[in-house]
């Protein structure tokens, strides 16, 4: 079965300072896509970075990058330069490659930016 | 870029009545939309996958009675909640699939707040 964990529920950060959030996933495809997303508090879902499992270079875009670990199997989201608008829920999520490609998502870790 | 809209944002209903959600895809043809429930300070939760022209499918433990949906369009989906009640409360969010390109993209509405009373 495919599972995507998170294991921090909440991260403390001071504005300009960099955060890992961690992403650890379980799957025996070896074919799939790793996702991250930013939810805030009016509750839309940002999407923020992918990672093919077959991409050899770990995504970047803008202030984030993607820590991709294949054979640890972590997908670990990097934030630079941490802003107060940065203060959010963010989820990570892997794509089945089964069937209707549904995404299964971890249960979230909220990161709280400080002044 | 691709987006998805849904209405209404916010709807209050009484326990018994149903209401109905709308999602769009407006710059894209969706063959596949996702019904996802959200409780406060949890994550999301699939609730079924809707093709264009057939029957949803529906994950385990989803009342498919009572979560009608019906995807009669390339660029819109409806969830209907039917006779809701008090624990249908929740935070109902769908998405869209962009199936070109590899990524096979979701792309998410801003969700609905559903307030039964």
């Known amino acids: 079965a495919q599972k995507i964990t998170q294991t921090q529920p909440g991260m403390f950060v001071q504005e300009k300072e960099a955060v890992t959030l961690d992403c650890t996933y379980d799957?025996?495809?070896?074919?799939?896509?790793l996702f991250w997303y930013k939810q805030p508090s009016s509750g839309e879902m940002i999407f923020l970075i992918y990672q093919g499992s077959y991409d050899e270079q770990n995504a970047t875009e803008g202030r984030y990058s993607l820590n991709f670990q294949k054979a640890r199997k972590s997908a670990n989201l990097v934030i630079s330069a941490s802003q107060l608008g940065d203060s959010a829920m963010y989820f990570c999520a892997m794509r089945s490659t089964s069937g209707t490609y549904k995404y299964i998502f971890g249960t979230g870790t909220r990161l709280k930016v400080l002044a | 870029g691709a987006v998805v809209s849904q209405h209404p944002s916010r709807v209050i209903c009484k326990s018994g009545t149903s209401v109905k959600i709308e999602c769009r895809s407006l710059?894209?043809?969706?063959?596949?939309m996702f019904w996802y429930r959200q409780f406060p300070k949890k994550s999301l939760m699939l609730m079924a996958t809707?093709?264009?022209?057939?029957?949803?499918?529906?994950e385990q433990g989803v009342e498919k009675d009572k979560f009608l949906i019906n995807h009669a369009s390339l660029t819109l989906s409806t969830l209907t909640v039917t006779s809701a009640h008090p624990e249908d409360s929740s935070f109902y969010i769908c998405?869209?699939?962009?199936?070109?390109?590899?990524?096979?993209?979701?792309?998410f509405g801003p969700g609905t707040r559903l307030t039964v009373t």
């Open positions: 998405s869209a699939s962009d199936v070109q390109g590899a990524k096979y993209e979701q792309y």
């Open positions: 799957t025996s495809d070896q074919s799939y896509g």
């Open positions: 710059d894209f043809q969706a063959t596949t």
């Open positions: 809707s093709n264009e022209g057939s029957k949803a499918t529906y």
